[in-house]
């Protein structure tokens, strides 16, 4: 889509992803992440946090399933993505809009933490590299505490 409007949100997970598969359309994530700002006020001498803002962030296809599989409540995050108004009546005929972000990238914020990066692979690929390293005996893990699961 040309001339939408790009941004990057820097937040906190608010809850835990909602993964929904729809028949014959792509999967889709939504995950809450609230941004709040903090400027520094030098009359007083200290930083102060302004209202939370709360971001729908939406996904699909393949980011999708990585942010349902690895994203938890409170994790830091950064998200960009396209920023679409969303328009809706109330069962009392009010009429009400919020601001959903449709994520193309979503990552950790890595000044809160480390991150361990696993590049996708399919069960099949992941059981036959384990094979040929357990039958020359280089046995590698993936993360301390990976588990593979042979399919």
């Not at 209202?51 to 393949?62: D, H, I, L, Q």
């Not at 108004?85 to 979503?106: C, F, H, P, Y």
């Not at 384990?130 to 993360?143: C, F």
């Amino acid at each position: 889509m040309f001339n939408a409007t790009q941004v990057t949100i820097r937040g906190y997970v608010g809850g835990v992803p909602k993964i929904f598969d729809a028949s014959g359309v792509d999967v889709m994530c939504i995950v809450s992440v609230g941004v709040t700002a903090r400027s520094f006020h030098p009359r007083e001498k200290v930083y102060k946090d302004s209202e939370t803002v709360w971001y729908s962030v939406r996904c699909y296809g393949e980011l999708a399933k990585n942010v349902h599989a690895c994203v938890s409540k409170g994790m830091p995050l950064i998200v960009r993505g396209r920023l679409e108004q969303r328009s809706w009546k109330t069962r009392e005929g009010e009429n009400r809009s919020s601001m959903v972000l449709i994520a193309d990238s979503v990552g950790v914020d890595m000044n809160h933490g480390i991150v361990q990066y696993m590049k996708n692979r399919g069960h099949r690929e992941i059981a036959e590299e384990k094979k040929k390293e357990n039958e020359k005996g280089e046995v590698k893990n993936l993360a301390p505490d990976a588990e593979l699961v042979f399919a």
